[in-house]
């Protein structure tokens, strides 16, 4: 299939066929939603919403972007994360195989 397997995961869940058989996802796909889910875990999105001081904010897409760029599929330095809305970013990156990724992230306020 790919270098890169993984089952896809839509709205927290496995995401099953017709067959109830889960999704696999590979390669460029898998590496962005391992991303996702990363960003989830380190906590910074959410900090980024809730924070108003600009000081904390720029520091935190700053942690938000080294973090993407530790990701050893990812060219390190190709990372952009992008405020468009409350709580909504834009973050863009290049694979080292794959070519680039995209992505729109949106942070729970409550």
Known sequence: ???YVDILIS????????GGLPVPVADRDSIAQ????????????VELVGNRDVRT????????T???DKDERIIPGSTEVEEVGLGQFNLKAETREFGSIALQLEADRG
């Open 11 to 18: 709205d927290d869940d496995i995401a099953l066929d017709a």
């Open 57 to 64: 904010k720029v520091r935190n897409l700053l942690l938000l």
């Open 34 to 45: 391992d991303i996702v889910h990363m960003i989830r875990e380190t906590g910074l999105l």
């Open 66 to 68: 080294l973090e993407v």
């Open 1 to 3: 299939m790919g270098k």
